[in-house]
């Protein structure tokens, strides 16, 4: 079982779009029994995925000591791909998280390990409590970052801050997301500080995944995107694969 989070310190990068994408290519293209672990109050990967929010938010529970999270686990329209949804009952889940101990995530990956070979974690923006327990659950850590000289800048800060808490922590996967080919500065940035990224571009078929509510994979197989998207999920299967013979 692997753990694939996806997070950054900025809100609007395209991180929940591109969890749901991931999740659906793990399931449909990989074959493997997914979970897409929602963690943002704001319930977008539920949304994308089609799933209506519950009318008496229930989510945190499951994170208590006596939670049941495996009851809570929802499957989709997308064969082999499940859900954990989230509702606005976490919004304060890091505080609580803080009070539950260091390993309440990881404890409860663990818990879920024997029912799927994926799981994919969609986080909210910031760095926080969560962002931490979210890394030492995870097998690797993709973090989408827009171009922008910004995005270096930002990327190390967070490598730093990682090695500053973490003795060891599981590889960072930068992503250039939202690349518009057609702006000077973005070719720039991808010439330079972002050389060797995986790239998502701007498209709108993307933005269409919230529309539609289903994940692009699902929908313009044959699109451009789908095709950058594609190639991202084999580089990320090719390190999974990697991580777990050494
Ligand atoms: N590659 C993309 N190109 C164009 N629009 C995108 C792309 N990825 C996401 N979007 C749109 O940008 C907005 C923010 O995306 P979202 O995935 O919710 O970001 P985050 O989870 O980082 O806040 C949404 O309206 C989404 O449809
Ligand atoms: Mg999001």
Known sequence: MAVIAIASVKGGVGKTTLAADLAWRFAAQGGHRTLLWDLDPQAGAGFLLGHDEPAVPRAVGMFQREGRPRQMVEPTVHPGLHLLPADAS?????????????????????????????????????????????????????????????????????????????????????????????????????????????TIPYSAQMEQSAVRREPLGAFAPGSEASRYLGRLWSGIEAKIGKRHAA
């Open 90 to 198: 976490l919004r304060n889940l890091p505080i609580q998280l803080a009070r539950l101990g260091p390993r309440r995530l990881a404890q409860i990956t663990s818990l879920l390990r024997s029912d799927f070979d994926r799981i994919v974690l969609d986080c909210p923006a910031g760095y926080n409590e969560l962002t931490e327990q979210v890394i030492s659950a995870a097998d690797l850590v993709i973090v989408p970052l827009p171009p922008s000289p910004l995005s270096a800048r930002s990327l190390d800060q967070l490598r730093r801050e990682l090695l500053r808490i973490h003795h060891r922590h599981p590889p960072i996967l930068p992503v250039l997301s939202m690349y518009n080919s057609r702006r000077p500065l973005h070719r720039e940035v991808a010439k330079s500080s972002a050389q060797g990224w995986p």
